[in-house]
């Protein structure tokens, strides 16, 4: 069944409503009519008849088509509007236009009206469609920036509970095994001289153990955030970074966190930490600086190397630096990536001391 056409039309002539309802038909189009010449009438038809397309002359007796736009802007913008009308001059077409009619049409060339209709409603159609994804986009968005947040503090509740594991369970088991080597050390004497020194051997690698636990323990989820803060933690990172690779690692800080977020703490630290995980897998450099500073209500957090650096303008294949804005991002921050190859790489990020 051919679908109707509901037309609004807004026409004080008889003559001219008849002339335009008849090309319309004879071009064969369905079509159901409304005519009102007043601004009540008009108002009241947009409402209850909800048509699919408005049709209006410019001059009525005390209303217009710009009032007419202005109403159907108020009440429902996304109903086709053309203007049907006799000689206008070009400057009035335009301004048509942009107060946001479709078309215009005028009453002595009706027979282009029909395909004007047409193209207005799939116009419309094509914007609601349009809009529809761009809302759906920006609720899967959310949807995603939710799951995303939600996974990361799992992730965190998990790195959180394996470090307490490993810290209370492997690192007892192991300084209760140094304890027994070293009553052994200390109690067995005559032995020989060869067992003596495995003995001692094996002190010193279950030292190396526990240093080990300790610091994989430290780097899943350091207890030094929450007894002692954050700037202590940065620093204490930092130098890991140095003893570890061989890389002199500066820090720097002058920051209050009296007020900052236990997340934001974490995400900074989570932040840095990759950082320079980045810059011992790639930048090659001899020297880093990381410094964090107070900006009001807002952290900065830089870290800057003088490795090898990259072209900031060629698309990146490495999701380390995804993830690095994606965690400034959770917690309503940014970041910025300054680097050219052979110039080094700085990474600086603001983020509020307290997320939204």
């Given at each position: 069944?051919?679908?109707?056409?509901?037309?609004?039309?807004?026409?004080?002539?008889?003559?001219?409503?008849?002339?335009?309802?008849?090309?319309?038909?004879?071009?064969?189009?369905?079509?159901?009519?409304?005519?009102?010449?007043?601004?009540?009438?008009?108002?009241?038809?947009?409402?209850?008849?909800?048509?699919?397309?408005?049709?209006?002359?410019?001059?009525?007796?005390?209303?217009?088509?710009?009032?007419?736009?202005?109403?159907?802007?108020?009440?429902?913008?996304?109903?086709?509007?053309?203007?049907?009308?006799?000689t206008v001059s070009e400057e009035?077409?335009?301004?048509?236009?942009?107060?946001?009619?479709?078309?215009?049409?005028?009453?002595?060339?009706?027979?282009?009206?029909?395909?004007?209709?047409?193209?207005?409603?799939?116009?419309?159609?094509?914007?609601?469609?349009?809009?529809?994804?761009?809302?759906?986009?920006v609720e899967q968005n959310e949807?995603?920036?939710?799951?995303?947040?939600?996974?990361?503090?799992?992730?965190?509740d998990e790195r959180k509970y394996?470090?307490?594991?490993?810290?209370?369970?492997?690192?007892?088991?192991?300084?209760?095994?140094?304890?027994?080597?070293?009553?052994?050390?200390?109690?067995?004497?005559?032995?020989?001289?060869?067992?003596?020194?495995?003995?001692?051997?094996?002190?010193?690698?279950?030292?190396?153990?526990?240093?080990?636990?300790?610091?994989?323990?430290?780097?899943?989820?350091?207890?030094?955030?929450?007894?002692?803060?954050?700037?202590?933690?940065?620093?204490?990172?930092?130098?890991?970074?140095?003893?570890?690779?061989?890389?002199?690692?500066?820090?720097?800080?002058?920051?209050?966190?009296?007020?900052?977020?236990?997340?934001?703490?974490?995400?900074?630290?989570?932040?840095?930490?990759?950082?320079?995980?980045?810059?011992?897998?790639?930048?090659?450099?001899?020297?880093?600086?990381?410094?964090?500073?107070?900006?009001?209500?807002?952290?900065?957090?830089?870290?800057?190397?003088?490795?090898?650096?990259?072209?900031?303008?060629?698309?990146?294949?490495?999701?380390?630096?995804?993830?690095?804005?994606?965690?400034?991002?959770?917690?309503?921050?940014?970041?910025?990536?300054?680097?050219?190859?052979?110039?080094?790489?700085?990474?600086?990020?603001?983020?509020?001391?307290?997320?939204?």
């Amino acid at each position: 069944m051919e679908k109707i056409l509901k037309i609004l039309m807004l026409e004080d002539s008889g003559d001219d409503a008849g002339l335009i309802q008849r090309e319309l038909i004879s071009q064969g189009l369905s079509i159901e009519v409304r005519t009102v010449d007043t601004r009540q009438e008009f108002e009241h038809e947009l409402r209850s008849f909800k048509p699919d397309v408005i049709l209006s002359d410019h001059s009525m007796p005390g209303f217009n088509s710009i009032q007419a736009l202005h109403i159907h802007k108020e009440i429902n913008p996304r109903i086709p509007f053309i203007l049907v009308t006799g000689t206008v001059s070009e400057e009035f077409a335009v301004q048509a236009l942009q107060d946001g009619a479709d078309d215009y049409i005028l009453k002595d060339k009706l027979t282009r009206l029909p395909s004007a209709i047409q193209w207005a409603i799939e116009k419309h159609e094509l914007a609601d469609k349009k809009e529809r994804a761009e809302k759906l986009l920006v609720e899967q968005n959310e949807e995603l920036k939710t799951l995303a947040k939600h996974l990361k503090n799992v992730r965190e509740d998990e790195r959180k509970y394996i470090s307490r594991e490993i810290h209370d369970q492997l690192g007892q088991l192991a300084s209760a095994i140094k304890i027994e080597v070293d009553w052994l050390n200390i109690n067995l004497r005559d032995i020989e001289p060869n067992a003596k020194t495995r003995i001692k051997s094996v002190l010193s690698t279950v030292t190396i153990m526990i240093d080990t636990i300790r610091n994989i323990a430290m780097s899943l989820r350091p207890s030094i955030i929450e007894e002692l803060g954050l700037n202590a933690s940065l620093k204490w990172q930092c130098r890991e970074f140095q003893r570890i690779n061989k890389t002199k690692c500066d820090f720097e800080e002058s920051l209050n966190e009296a007020d900052v977020d236990e997340e934001v703490r974490i995400e900074l630290f989570r932040i840095c930490q990759e950082c320079l995980t980045n810059v011992m897998r790639h930048a090659r450099a001899d020297r880093v600086v990381v410094s964090i500073a107070d900006f009001g209500d807002r952290i900065g957090l830089r870290i800057a190397d003088d490795g090898k650096g990259f072209d900031t303008n060629q698309k990146s294949t490495h999701l380390g630096l995804v993830g690095l804005r994606e965690r400034a991002l959770s917690v309503g921050g940014e970041m910025n990536i300054d680097s050219a190859p052979g110039k080094g790489t700085t990474i600086t990020v603001f983020v509020p001391k307290r997320p939204n």
